[in-house]
């Protein structure tokens, strides 16, 4: 099972969802599995309930879907934020940080009114603050580091399939029912 990690805004799930096609295995988003258990927008939860409730649950997702291995796996960009999060997906995944510098997560997301942690007076400020407080727990959490200030998808993807020949990790294994 390969998990995806990064800032919001790296691209995790598109990759992800690239990347799964391309290895013909499955693919999760674990943003979207949250909000199917909470039946509501992560957004709003974070408003009703806080962030430590939403890292919670995050916490149970993550866990129930590294034991049931669907091949693609995108995390939201704050599940490195538990150490129990970070030692799951590096024990139970081939984990691939997806690095952007902040200025360009700036860039793609400057708009994005979906976000919760973006939500403030300077977004660019936060960002640079995520970045900086996230930064060493993705590095810990990680197998593989892929640099990806501007490439395009196909590009990244090829790339991280690279790295995985490289590595003897290839072809992913899809557990059977």
Do not use: W
């Not at 934020?81 to 691939?96: D, F, G, S, Y």
């Not at 395009?152 to 090829?158: E, F, G, K, L």
Request: glycine share 8%; net charge neutral; charged share 25%.
């Amino acid at each position: 099972m390969l998990a995806l990690v990064g800032m919001p805004g790296s691209g995790k799930s598109t990759v992800g969802r690239q990347l799964a096609r391309k290895l013909g295995v499955g693919f999760v988003d674990c943003d979207q599995v949250i909000e199917m258990r909470i039946g509501m927008p992560i957004k709003d939860f974070f408003a009703s309930q806080g962030e430590a409730a939403f890292r919670d649950i995050e916490s149970q997702v993550i866990d129930d879907m590294t034991r049931t291995a669907c091949g693609v796996l995108a995390t939201g960009g704050g599940a490195v934020l538990k150490e129990a999060n970070r030692e799951l997906l590096r024990e139970r995944t081939q984990v691939i940080y997806l690095r952007v510098q902040p200025d360009e997560i700036f860039r793609r997301l400057k708009n994005d009114q979906q976000r919760p942690l973006l939500q403030v007076d300077d977004p660019k400020l936060k960002i640079q603050q995520l970045f900086e407080e996230r930064d060493p727990y993705y590095q810990a959490a990680a197998h593989f580091v892929i640099e990806t200030n501007r490439p395009r998808i196909p590009t990244m993807v090829t790339m991280i399939v690279t790295q995985l020949e490289l590595a003897g990790l290839l072809p992913i294994e899809t557990p059977t029912p």
